[in-house]
């Protein structure tokens, strides 16, 4: 007995490989089918056994759109049937997006990171007073955690408020005759977390501390 193998890497590409063999098929038959009206029916049909295979897809919105949209895809945009939604074109599909500007200019001190720029650039539009006191002493202590997650050593709190000083442009200006920042072991301290009464996780810092209490 003879048997005539077929092997995949003899048969048609699968645009959408998710949607297996059998469901390329069936688009390839559809677009063959002469009259427009079977077209329009196969290709509903097609859309609800798409829709089966992927049961995820139905919490995205605009679920249906979405299949339309693999299906003219899966057809290589050969397939002539009416759709309730837009039908896409392959240049939209093979456009090339925009190329993203890179930043004109950034931080020689980058283990502070972009977030902490920003609120500095944010805390310098605030008027003076308790308010934004409060916001700069708290982003001094956050640069101080970040400048030793990227240096594990101590770290004086002199250098952090010339950082400061200096990312601000100097507007905001902190000394250590007027501050201090929290302690290192503070900043680097891991959260314990532990099952309470309830059965619920419960986050604490210092279990020795609350142990005294």
């Given at each position: 007995m003879e048997f005539d193998l077929e092997y995949n890497s003899e048969r048609e590409h699968l645009i959408i490989p998710e949607y297996g063999r059998h469901i390329q098929k069936?688009?390839?038959?559809?677009?063959?089918?002469?009259?427009?009206?079977?077209?329009?029916?196969?290709?509903?049909a097609i859309i609800?056994?798409?829709?089966?295979?992927?049961?995820?897809l139905r919490d995205v919105p605009d679920f249906k759109h979405k299949l339309w949209d693999q299906l003219f895809i899966i057809s290589d945009f050969n397939l002539d049937a009416d759709s309730p939604y837009p039908t896409p074109s392959k240049e939209e599909l093979t456009a090339?997006?925009?190329?993203?500007?890179?930043?004109?200019?950034s931080s020689k001190y980058k283990f502070y990171g972009k977030n902490i720029q920003i609120m500095i650039d944010t805390a310098k539009t605030w008027e003076d007073g308790e308010m934004k006191d409060a916001l700069v002493f708290?982003?001094?202590?956050?640069?101080?955690?970040?400048?030793?997650?990227?240096?594990?050593?101590?770290?004086?709190?002199?250098?952090i408020?010339?950082?400061?000083?200096?990312?601000?442009?100097?507007?905001?200006?902190?000394?250590?005759?007027?501050?201090?920042l929290s302690e290192t072991k503070d900043l680097l301290r891991k959260k314990v977390v532990t099952k309470g009464k309830n059965g619920k996780n419960s986050n604490y810092s210092n279990h020795k501390n609350r142990k005294k209490r």
């Amino acid at each position: 007995m003879e048997f005539d193998l077929e092997y995949n890497s003899e048969r048609e590409h699968l645009i959408i490989p998710e949607y297996g063999r059998h469901i390329q098929k069936l688009v390839n038959h559809c677009i063959a089918l002469p009259e427009k009206e079977e077209r329009n029916k196969m290709a509903n049909a097609i859309i609800e056994v798409m829709g089966n295979l992927q049961p995820h897809l139905r919490d995205v919105p605009d679920f249906k759109h979405k299949l339309w949209d693999q299906l003219f895809i899966i057809s290589d945009f050969n397939l002539d049937a009416d759709s309730p939604y837009p039908t896409p074109s392959k240049e939209e599909l093979t456009a090339k997006p925009d190329k993203l500007a890179y930043p004109k200019a950034s931080s020689k001190y980058k283990f502070y990171g972009k977030n902490i720029q920003i609120m500095i650039d944010t805390a310098k539009t605030w008027e003076d007073g308790e308010m934004k006191d409060a916001l700069v002493f708290a982003i001094a202590n956050h640069m101080k955690k970040c400048y030793l997650n990227w240096n594990k050593d101590t770290v004086d709190d002199t250098v952090i408020f010339r950082h400061l000083t200096e990312l601000s442009g100097g507007e905001l200006v902190l000394s250590v005759e007027d501050e201090t920042l929290s302690e290192t072991k503070d900043l680097l301290r891991k959260k314990v977390v532990t099952k309470g009464k309830n059965g619920k996780n419960s986050n604490y810092s210092n279990h020795k501390n609350r142990k005294k209490r």
